[in-house]
């Protein structure tokens, strides 16, 4: 396999091989806090409960278990991405913001500090959410207020060290730190999830095998669109030089149908957990009136089909949205002018820009069509074989698979630009 060549290519480099290691070491540091848990927590209950909710069943899936056990990492870097969606449509009414983001680096990082800074209080919100919805549902006991206090703070600790670790992965390390972090949360549930999934099946070789195939073409369907691309064409004038005419030099510009990867999936995961929190809160309000409104939103969200058409639908407009965020057409086509760059048969500037656009929307949409197809994946195997553990499907399949290509993709540009260095 071209995955375990290319390691094996990476571990004869020392400077490489450091860097995967660093990354191993950091992943090994999530992992033990996720096994910590935190104090005056009574965590028996927890795993039936979480078994017994679709919403939050995957969300300690993709914890790798953390939440069911109640750990010190059981909000995950779940505050970030949240910060993250807020800082990312707060960039498109905020012109401050909006000039922020088009300063290179030095906005980026001011963008990635605002961010920084708003996941504590989402780290706070979250996790008295987290705790009252389990109160409420008789699986956590009373906590004084000392208690839920300090409770609150090692949870937003947790995940604020998280935070830290994925980005010391991303700058020191190997790969994205964020991602990976997500993918190995889903990688560690996958185990207990399998067994679960045989004990069900028990001698039923037969949907045994339909879902082993349907994993397979699941796989196969995601690589291709993460894959994928659609080449427009790109010429760049060249000088005449001592009375001859150069021809133009040829490239072109890659446009991805999956262009935002996994984040849509993850966006859209975490703008269905707060609903369903303050549901389950509300229906053991004092007020009649916000329990009936619990009570409908509750039963909104556990209807199957509803939650599988509301997840479709974010999916897909997230897509968009972050496809628009790394793309925009005008400023593409305004550095293609400055390069001295055109399409052929485009003029440059406001057309080629409406170009771009054009391209960019039928490619987006068939990619956002694709990856919402595999993000509601699993509900649909859930109807149809009426088996629950299989909650990651094909959200978790493309969170591994396209971490793992993009890993493959920095190490085989870590390995190319060693060669090229060698080779001068």
């Known amino acids: 396999m071209k995955f375990i060549e290319t390691i094996k290519r990476a571990f004869t480099l020392q400077d490489l091989r450091k860097k995967i290691l660093y990354t191993i070491a950091l992943l090994l ?65 905020v012109p401050s913001l909006e000039n922020l983001q088009k300063e290179g680096e030095y906005g980026r990082q001011k963008i990635n500090q605002y961010t920084r ?8 919100i979250e996790s008295f959410g987290l705790v009252k919805l389990l109160q409420s549902q008789g699986v956590v006991g009373v906590l004084t207020t000392e208690q839920l206090i300090f409770t609150l703070v090692l949870a937003t600790a947790g995940s604020v060290f998280l935070m830290w670790i994925g980005e010391l992965i991303s700058e020191n390390g190997i790969g994205n730190g964020l991602s990976i972090i997500i993918a190995l949360g889903i990688i560690a549930g996958l185990p207990s999830q399998i067994v679960a999934t045989a004990q069900i099946l028990d001698a039923r070789y ?18 291709l669109i993460t894959e994928a691309e659609r080449r427009i064409p790109v010429s760049y004038a060249r000088r005449a030089s001592l009375g001859r005419t150069l021809s133009p030099v040829e490239s072109y510009l890659p446009i991805k149908p999956n262009a935002a990867g996994v984040i849509p999936i993850i966006f859209a995961t975490s703008m269905l957990i707060m609903p369903n929190f303050l549901a389950q809160y509300l229906k053991t309000a004092n007020s009649v009136t916000l329990q009936n409104i619990g009570s409908v939103a509750g039963s909104f969200l556990s209807n199957n089909t509803y939650y599988t058409i509301l997840f479709f639908v974010l999916v897909f407009l997230f897509t968009f949205f972050y496809t628009s965020v790394i793309f925009q057409p005008n400023q593409m086509a305004e550095n293609l002018q400055k390069q001295g760059g055109f399409v052929p048969g485009i003029r440059p500037g406001i057309q080629t820009a409406q170009y771009l656009s054009s391209v960019i929307y039928k490619v987006t949409f068939s990619g956002a069509i694709g990856i919402s197809i595999v993000a509601v994946f699993p509900f649909i195997l859930q109807s149809l074989t009426n088996i629950k553990t299989l909650a990651i499907g094909g959200t978790g399949i493309l969170i591994i698979v396209s971490v793992v290509l993009e890993l493959v993709r920095q190490i085989d540009a870590q390995l190319a630009m060693r060669s090229y260095d060698e080779s001068y």
């Open 29 to 93: 540091v999530f992992r033990f806090l996720t096994h910590v848990p935190l104090p005056f927590i009574d965590i028996q209950g927890l795993k039936s409960f979480f078994e017994n909710n679709q919403v939050l069943g995957m969300i300690d899936l993709f914890s790798g278990g953390s939440i069911s056990r109640f750990s010190i990492a059981m909000l995950g870097v779940g505050p970030y991405i949240t910060a993250s969606i807020v800082i990312q449509l707060l960039t498109v009414v």
């Open 117 to 124: 800074y708003l996941s504590v209080p989402f780290g706070l």
């Open 206 to 223: 037969l949907i045994a095998a339909e879902i082993i195939i349907a994993a397979i073409l699941v796989v196969i369907f995601i690589v």
